[in-house]
């Protein structure tokens, strides 16, 4: 198994926390308020297996490029590894392990038979042309197959790819496996195996989850107000939905900046970094504002729903936001957490709010290996009825234990993660 490389920051240099760090100090918060034993959560402080490949690539230009891509398999003790792969340059080992920790996590709260898995190359895919991405893809899904499977490890979409990225890693398992296999990825086009409502699930799970917050804090939807970092796959269709509950959606943003109406946008007008990349900042809107300064308004409800770690020690004292739901994975460092806690606003984890995407890939999973298709009406109404589910079963420990929304959440799933590891055993 690999290892996280240790920091070489000196005590002058400012660290970021890596997702690895945030998921274990989230677990032994957790693990505080549960009689759980130790040995269990000292396992679950590690992956199982750490995947490290060279992908090589030959560019379109007749030269090769090789490229170092990785697959952190946390745990599988309630099921098959499942978790996004992510093309992006800033992918490394340690990332890939921490959001494997969270995919653990997701699964169990929402009480899904999976554990958690996670990978990605490191490789800007704007480089790269749609042939070099598809070549770079099926070389990458031959050299993962040892470790993979539709009983194994299911990887789905996640920055950088989609549910094309999703068929050619499917296409390349079969035909080494001499048989079509869809159920080896989820993320799919539902052409070829895929589930439909699965590309808008990870933002329709954030915008039933921030609709049931407002509702417990007493507050008319139609009277709050929304800004939403990243409109892309989770956070345009979170506005949107939002915005069509009755909510207004007052500000939203691409990698270029922010666009802010107080009076309320029109989010089926503005354009999505799937229809029309980087397209937010062109349109004509009251006021531009950068990242930054989007989440600091003064706002009823605050959806970061872009990258990780926006929320951080240094500003999260000047967010205004009565409520935080998350909507991208990690994006509150702990020390952020702490003060948010401290100032008595409710953050909804990552971990319940954008488990969507898990749990349509799961529906994805059951229809491939069962070879039926379910209508996008049943995909809407099972994935409404799980993420309810999942909501009371965290809101009744918020309520129980008086504790935070975070820790809540942590506490579902450690509970049935760690009673399946008592139950299995340890062997040999």
């Known amino acids: ?144 197959r040892p470790f993979i499977g539709p009983t194994k490890d299911i990887p789905a979409p996640d920055m950088g790819t989609d549910a094309q990225t999703m068929a050619w890693f499917m296409d390349a398992y079969s035909m080494q496996e001499g048989e079509t296999t869809p159920g080896v990825v989820t993320g799919k086009p539902p052409v070829v195996g895929g589930s439909k409502g699965r590309d808008t699930a990870p933002g329709r799970s954030v915008a039933i989850i921030a609709r049931e917050a407002i509702d417990y804090l007493g507050w008319d939807i139609e009277d709050t107000t929304v800004a939403v970092q990243g409109f892309g796959s989770v956070g345009a269709p979170a506005a949107r939905l939002l915005d069509d509950e009755g909510a ?104 319940l709010a954008n488990a969507g995407g898990v749990t349509v890939s799961y529906f994805e999973w059951l229809q491939d290996l069962n070879h039926r298709s379910w209508s996008l009406e049943r995909v809407h109404d099972e994935l409404e009825t799980e993420m309810l589910r999942a909501w009371t079963a965290v809101r009744e420990r918020v309520e129980e234990h008086d504790v935070t929304w975070r820790d809540a959440a942590y506490m579902v799933a450690l509970e049935r993660v760690s009673e399946a590891h008592e139950h299995r055993g340890l062997w040999p």
């Open 1 to 144: 198994m690999a290892s996280a490389a240790p920091s070489t920051a000196t005590d002058d240099e400012p660290t970021e926390e890596t997702a690895l760090e945030t998921a274990r100090r989230q677990l032994e918060r957790a693990a505080a308020h549960l009689n759980v034993d130790p040995g269990v959560i000292e396992r679950l402080r590690h992956p199982n297996q750490v995947h490290r490949v060279s992908v090589p690539l030959e560019r379109d230009d007749g030269s090769t490029a090789v490229y170092t891509g990785y697959r952190a398999q946390h745990d599988s003790v309630r099921g098959p590894y499942k978790g996004g792969l992510r093309f992006h340059p800033g992918v490394t080992e340690a990332e890939c392990i921490g959001l494997s920790m969270w995919m653990t996590w997701k699964c169990a709260v929402m009480d899904l038979p999976f554990g958690g898995g996670k990978g990605g190359i490191v490789v800007d895919p704007k480089d790269l042309s749609t042939d070099e991405k598809e070549r770079l893809t099926r070389r990458f899904a031959e050299e993962l």
């Open 248 to 351: 207004t959606v007052v500000a939203v943003s691409d990698v270029n900046g922010a666009i802010y109406d107080p009076d309320g946008l029109d989010t089926r007008d503005v354009p999505t970094h799937e229809e029309e990349p980087e397209a937010v900042m062109k349109y004509n809107a009251p006021r531009k504002l950068s990242n930054e300064e989007l989440l600091e308004l003064d706002v009823d409800v605050l959806i970061p729903a872009a990258v990780g770690n926006v929320l951080t020690a240094e500003n999260a004292r000047d967010v205004q936001a009565n409520l935080i739901v998350e909507g991208a994975n990690g994006p509150t460092t702990s020390a952020a957490g702490e003060i948010f806690e401290a100032r008595e606003i409710p953050v909804v984890p990552d971990i």
